[in-house]
């Protein structure tokens, strides 16, 4: 393990222990996190009510009875012989207990991967690694569905883990993987791996052990074992259709896919030996090469792709793959571990867009993680000159603010260099689609919405800016100018914003930024409004008369107000952001468009808006005026927090530069800090050399 001081970021005895002291807050915080997490996994779960929770076993009482005559219980004939006796103790005792050891066989998980993680390994790391993936754990899909009744999943990776990383001596370590592939046969390939990597006393143990279960539970249920080994295959097509969403494997997209017969079955057999080739020799390597945590993650999730059966519960292996480091840059380190959190913890619903065109993708996201990990991802080995030290960030020097009393947040670093886009698009999309549930479940009360509109309509009377009605009736009396104006409004709410980001982080990854940070706040604080004050707009204003000219007439006596109601909170009015985006575009070319042709387009954009989103009823004016305080509000924030658009960057032996010859100084700095060293003597000097200015 690396010295504590060489990843202090203070100098010292006193820099140490202060740095230490804030470790252990964090590791404290992070602790109690997780504590919560389980307990609210354990109160959902015991919020069965008994009969039913005892029922999820699928068992039958006693020990007479199949198995599978029910045709729900997906474990092995050695898992059912394990758990049948179960059944016979009350079913609170039973419920509370295994919750309970479910949970703390997460946490233990959690304590010894983090053990596990590769040397060196920097204090951070080592102090706060478990508490950070145990958390992640207890909010992961395979977490929340194996704590559940009758699932066993969690068990067969602890085991594991403990025979790799924990327990001595070769024929114990070989028991334990025995009995994990006992429970979930596709695990036996850890005896392969084993053999692989040269412990092959430990994998003859771990084979016949599961040999000698097979057997047991052969001669104790002989038809069950005959029903699960032979008629379904290793338990293809119990407890739901093979074909169904649940089955993450490739056996399941086969199916899906609409293949079926000797072909498919042919399909699968070809399929499931490559990848087993490719992801054990790619395990065996990395076990060679001082990585067996990240060996044993690929290694499970190689035996959930190819099992006939790869349940969600069972995916627990992929979360373990953040343990392999990627990219060459620090910049790209964090891509590989925010996907695979994301797919574990968010419903794929969250990750892609509802589109038919996605559905294979949307539909198997846990497999092709599983399937990345395993086959695809370039991990780096630990003789990389990049595996400890990235090429590192290149950050523009903090410049003062205008204002002297805005103190700037020190934290917030400007990043000059362009943000890996992969990253971007994975925030982008899961930030749309958080915003889109937050906005939907907003209060929507209808009695709240209307008494709110006619309180905003009363004070735009008093300030003799209602003009609503009379623009909405003028433009429903002229078709032409009625369909621009829908057109207008259901056109380019996002795709302009999403366009000027695009060009942005091609053409100007500084500005990028500046520009993503500003909009995510408004959106932010919008949210709070949509929250805060739900408001019905004119079109949606009962005695008023306005024409909803986008989505047609309205039904203002029934509270559903067409299929819109089903996707979108109506009441989230307040403040507008069909004028607030609209606004933060015009502001963004305007500022940074380099002709006037494009400024003025820019300039045109947020006063056409406005004009749409009154004329077809969907907003007051005042809405407008809510959208422009939430857009200067994100501006403003970012400018307190990393000071002004335009960093002061001053090179060694210069004086600070003013006007255009600052922009373009600047310019020069991003684009030279851009490049990438290619040798770890070179990326020294030039990180000396950015401390240095």
Same mark, same amino acid.
Not at 46 to 73: C, I, K
Not at 82 to 89: A, D, N, Q
Not at 168 to 185: D, I, K, N, T
Not at 480 to 485: Q, S, T
């Given at each position: 393990?690396a ?15 202060g ?13 109690a996190?997780?504590g ?9 779960v ?28 997906t ?6 012989l ?8 009350a ?14 066989l ?6 010894v991967?983090a ?9 951070r790391?080592?102090l ?26 969690v ?8 025979a790799?990383?924990?327990v ?18 596709a695990?036996l ?7 692989l990597?040269?412990?092959r ?17 052969w001669a104790?249920?002989p ?17 739901g259709?093979?074909d169904?969403?649940a089955?993450?494997s ?14 498919? $079955? !042919?399909?699968?057999? %070809?399929? +499931?030996? *490559?990848? #087993?080739w490719?992801? /054990?020799? @790619?395990?065996a390597? =990395?076990? &060679? ?8 993650a ?8 190819v ?9 627990l292996?992929?979360l ?22 994301l797919?574990?913890t ?18 198997? $996201? !846990?497999l092709?993680? %599983?399937? +990345?990990? *395993?086959? #695809?991802?370039?991990? /780096?080995? @630990?003789?990389?000159? =990049?595996? &400890? ?7 523009g ?23 890996n886009?992969l ?26 919405a ?14 003799g800016i209602?003009?609503?009605? %009379?623009?909405?009736? *003028?433009v #429903?009396k002229?078709p ?13 709410h ?34 709070a ?13 009962p005695?008023l ?6 989505h ?5 006596a ?13 009441y ?14 015009g502001?963004?070319i305007?500022?940074?468009a380099?002709k006037?042709?494009?400024k ?24 407008a ?29 210069q004086?600070?530069?003013?006007g ?6 600047q ?27």
């Open positions: 393990m010295n504590a001081a060489e990843h202090s970021n203070a100098n010292g005895h006193a820099g140490v222990i740095g230490s002291g804030r470790l252990g807050a964090a590791r404290l915080l992070l602790w996190l997780a919560a997490l389980a307990v609210r996994q354990a109160a959902v015991l919020r069965v009510p008994p009969g039913e929770w005892l029922s999820g076993f699928h068992l039958p009482g006693g020990l007479p009875g199949s198995l599978y005559d029910a045709g729900q219980f474990g092995t004939p050695f898992a059912g394990v758990l049948k006796p179960l059944t016979g103790f079913a609170p005792s039973l419920e509370v207990a295994w919750t309970c050891v479910t949970l703390l997460v946490a233990a998980i959690g304590l991967a053990r596990a993680l590769p040397d060196p390994v920097p204090r790391t080592a706060l690694a478990a508490p950070v993936l145990v958390t992640l754990m207890m909010v992961s899909l395979p977490v929340r569905e194996a704590a559940s009744p009758g699932q066993t999943a068990l067969p990776v602890l085991l594991v883990l403990l790799l990383f924990r001595p001596g070769e024929r114990p370590a070989g028991f334990l993987v025995g009995l994990a592939a006992a429970l979930q046969p695990l390939l850890f005896a392969a791996l084993l053999w990597s040269g412990r006393s430990t994998a003859g143990t771990a084979a016949a052990t599961f040999a000698g279960a097979s057997a047991l539970s104790a249920m038809r069950d074992s005959w029903t699960y080994w032979v008629e379904h295959l290793a338990g293809a097509g119990l407890g259709a093979p169904s969403l089955n993450q490739v056996h399941g997209v086969l199916l899906r896919l609409g293949m079926s017969g000797p072909g498919e $079955v !042919l399909a699968y057999a %070809a399929l +499931a030996a *490559a990848i #087993a490719i992801g /054990l020799r @790619r395990a390597r =990395y076990a &060679r090469d001082g990585q067996l945590l990240l060996a044993v690929v290694t499970g999730c190689v035996a959930v792709a099992s006939p059966a790869g349940w969600r519960h069972q995916l292996w992929v373990l793959a953040v343990a392999g480091k990627v990219g060459r840059r620090a910049a790209d380190r964090p891509v590989w571990p925010v996907a695979v959190v797919a574990m968010l419903p794929s619903t969250v990750l892609l867009p509802n589109l038919a065109a996605l559905a294979p993708v949307r539909d198997n $996201v !846990l092709l993680a %599983a399937l +990345a990990a *395993a086959c #695809a991802v370039p991990f /780096l080995p @630990r003789s990389a000159p =990049y595996w &400890r030290e990235p090429v590192p960030t290149a950050y020097r903090p410049a003062e603010a205008r204002w002297s009393r805005v103190p700037l947040l020190p934290l917030w670093r400007r990043v000059l260099s362009r943000p886009l990253l971007e698009l994975l925030l982008i999309r899961v930030g749309y689609s958080l915003y889109s549930h937050i906005r939907a479940a907003a209060p929507a009360s209808r009695s709240l209307e008494g709110n509109g006619r309180h905003i309509h009363g004070i735009e009377q008093a300030l209602d003009i609503e009605y %009379a623009v909405n009736r *003028a #429903a002229t032409w100018l009625e369909a621009f104006f829908d057109f207008y409004y259901t056109s380019f996002f795709v302009v914003p999403l366009t000027i980001l695009a060009v942005l982080y091609w053409r100007r990854p500084g500005d990028y930024r500046w520009a993503r940070a500003s909009l995510g706040l408004a959106t932010v604080l919008a949210l409004g949509f929250w805060l004050y739900p408001l019905a707009p004119p079109r949606l204003m005695g008369g306005f024409i909803d000219t986008v047609g007439p309205q039904d203002l029934n509270p559903s107000y067409g299929a819109m109601t089903a996707i979108s909170n109506q989230a009015a307040m403040p507008s952001l069909h004028f607030g985006w609209s606004l933060w575009c502001i963004v305007v500022v940074l380099p006037g042709w494009q003025l387009l820019g300039a045109l954009h947020p006063l056409i808006t406005v004009c749409a989103i009154v004329a077809t009823a969907n907003h007051w004016v005042l809405d005026a809510g959208g422009a305080a939430v857009v200067a509000a994100g501006f403003g924030l970012v400018y307190a927090l990393s000071g002004p658009r335009t960093l002061r960057v001053t090179l060694p032996g004086r600070p530069p003013a255009k010859e600052s922009q373009k100084s310019e020069r700095q991003e684009s030279q800090e851009r490049q990438e060293p290619q040798e770890p003597q070179e990326r020294g000097t030039r990180a000396a050399a950015a401390r240095s200015s």
